[in-house]
């Protein structure tokens, strides 16, 4: 008796190399051209248009969940090392241009520089996708591929966790800022902080190139599952549980809490008149003006914007004098922004001035310096910069979270504050919550950036500490932004006008709220901080040897080997024994 074996493919060919020899045909001469000349600079472009329109002032952040994808098909494709080099750096730098354009009014070469700087960290993460995306396709999924993605992930999140600490430290606009106008999705930041949302969006951009990469590739599936994508369908997973914490957050059982209500002074001082002796009488005249009428609208607390007035209110008795005389007049304590001058070392301080104890003590001395603007980082190793920038160490920096007490009418309350650009450092906000603070006042002058996108994109970071946070976070600026932002990253109230939008000079009342639930509570990202960065670093180490360790031909990718059922050969009467 005879017996015959039924095979599904050719004697010689293994399945991998059939499935290639079926579904990768050799290139037409218009798709050499296309990838060489075309694809490069229409990579840069569309990668560019992509990450910057995912933040403030375009606010298109859907636009996050693909920006990378650009860079990722490419890679796919085995480019020159060189010419894809020198396309990322150009994409990165360019974006990062287009996004901090805004600091150009303080000073162009130092966007330039600061643009480059920033950009490095995203070139360096396209470099990593340059040399694992081919070695990364065709492999096994659960052994090789899984591991290669979380690895591509966690270099992001690393990435950008070491761009808001190396150099004094800049974490301006992670990805997952682009969500600030998205709460459902923000809700993970109580948890993770901002690297367990930016982790879930570039993992999103990975899924997503490699379903493309294989609707392109493979033109022929023998059987259903061969069609699966296990990397996209992953990346839906991450993604419907960073929308699932809005269950976990318990927001949709919120029992809310009046805490006060505050009249927010925005005097939109232009920043050449700020400190010109000349225009001081006509600031003050200004600023007090707009208390008087914002007391008389309403309000148990004035709010001031970040240094104030034109002379420190501890240090020059004239402006103590005359803020005391003003809270006496409204009857009302004023939490304000100002500037305090002792031993002759200046601080950036916040500060309550009240009706019955004139100027409060102690104040919030602010704890992160502008570089370059309020000192010169590494003055010690480099003193010819003081020449080139004259500032030295006039000023000082605040040692701990100083809470602030608040009394109004009969309740006690404890203020965090943050000036400036704190509030872009979770350090700093949880910091001040770990000390028990019933919400978070940022006081800040952002009339240095002209009326563009700076204010929104700055605006976006306090969105994200009052979810990692948990606690209300209250901003008064010179110029705007101004408003209140509850726990759950919801922006509650923002001072705009009709005409001119949220740059304008004025005042409004609002009202803050919070939850009761989390007045004692403290989130799981205050306790225990930037615990993420530690399971990227563990990705990234398991995915790079991943791809050494593994033998290339036994983990050798076959479309649908996660469902494909085991292969049966097939015996019939006539083969041989």
Not at 132 to 155: C, D, H, K, M, Y
Not at 520 to 534: M, N
Request: aromatic share 16%.
């Amino acid at each position: 008796m005879s017996y015959q074996i039924t095979r599904l493919r050719p004697r010689n060919a293994t399945r991998h190399e059939y499935h290639l020899k079926k579904t990768a045909p050799e290139k037409s001469a218009f798709t050499k051209v296309f990838e060489k000349w075309i694809w490069p600079p229409l990579a840069v472009l569309l990668t560019v248009l992509l990450y910057t329109a995912a933040f403030p002032s375009i606010n298109l952040p859907e636009t996050a969940y693909l920006f990378a994808l650009p860079f990722l098909l490419w890679a796919f494709n085995r480019p020159s090392f060189k010419i894809y080099a020198i396309c990322a750096l150009a994409a990165s730098f360019l974006s990062w241009v287009v996004l901090l354009w805004w600091l150009r009014h303080v000073t162009l070469g130092g966007t330039l520089i600061l643009a480059l700087y920033t950009g490095l960290y995203f070139f360096l993460w396209l470099l990593a996708v340059w040399w694992a995306a081919p070695r990364l396709e065709n492999r096994a999924f659960l052994s090789v591929r899984l591991p290669g993605l979380l690895g591509l992930a966690g270099l992001w999140v690393v990435l950008e966790h070491l761009r808001g600490l190396l150099f004094t430290g800049f974490p301006w606009l992670p990805l997952a800022a682009s969500q600030w106008e998205r709460p459902a999705l923000l809700q993970v930041l109580s948890m993770t902080g901002t690297s367990g949302l930016s982790f879930i969006l570039i993992f999103f951009n990975l899924g997503l190139a490699f379903y493309l990469r294989r609707i392109i590739s493979v033109k022929t599936a023998r059987a259903w599952y061969e069609r699966i994508c296990p990397e996209f369908y992953l990346a839906l997973a991450f993604l419907l549980s960073a929308v699932a914490g809005l269950l976990w957050s318990e927001v949709f059982g919120i029992q809310s809490q009046k805490l006060f209500t505050a009249s927010v002074i925005q005097p939109y001082i232009k920043q050449s008149l700020k400190w010109d002796p000349a225009a001081a009488k006509e600031n003050l005249e200004t600023i007090e003006k707009y208390t008087l009428y914002g007391s008389a609208v309403g309000g148990e607390v004035v709010l001031w914007p970040e240094s104030v007035t034109p002379w420190p209110i501890k240090g020059d008795k004239g402006a103590l004098a005359w803020a005391e005389e003003l809270s006496r007049r409204i009857d009302k304590p004023i939490l304000m922004g100002n500037m305090a001058v002792e031993a002759e070392t200046w601080y950036n301080i916040v500060c309550t001035v009240t009706p019955e104890q004139g100027f409060v003590e102690p104040y919030y001395a602010k704890r992160r310096l502008v570089p370059f603007g309020e000192y010169v980082p590494f003055l010690r190793f480099l003193p010819f910069v003081d020449k080139m920038v004259p500032i030295g160490d006039a000023f000082g920096s605040g040692k701990f979270a100083q809470v602030l007490p608040l009394k109004l009418s009969n309740n006690n309350y404890r203020v965090g504050s943050l000036i400036c650009y704190e509030d872009i450092f979770s350090k700093l906000a949880r910091q001040s919550v770990y000390a028990g603070v019933d919400f978070l006042f940022v006081a800040t002058n952002n009339a240095w950036y002209g009326e563009e996108a700076g204010a929104y994109q700055h605006a976006a970071h306090s969105v994200l500490r009052a979810v990692e946070t948990r606690r209300p976070v209250v901003r008064c600026g010179n110029g705007g932004w101004s408003g209140w932002i509850d726990e759950f990253g919801n922006v509650r109230h923002v001072l705009v006008s009709p005409e001119k939008g949220i740059y304008y000079r004025g005042t409004d009342l609002i009202e803050v709220k919070r939850d009761a639930r989390w007045a004692s509570r403290l989130s799981f990202y205050t306790r225990y901080g930037d615990w993420f960065i530690l399971p990227c670093g563990l990705f990234i180490l398991v995915g790079y040897f991943s791809l050494f360790l593994t033998n290339r031909k036994t983990s050798a990718y076959h479309p649908g080997d996660l469902l494909r059922p085991k292969e049966i050969e097939k015996i019939t009467p006539d083969s041989p024994k």
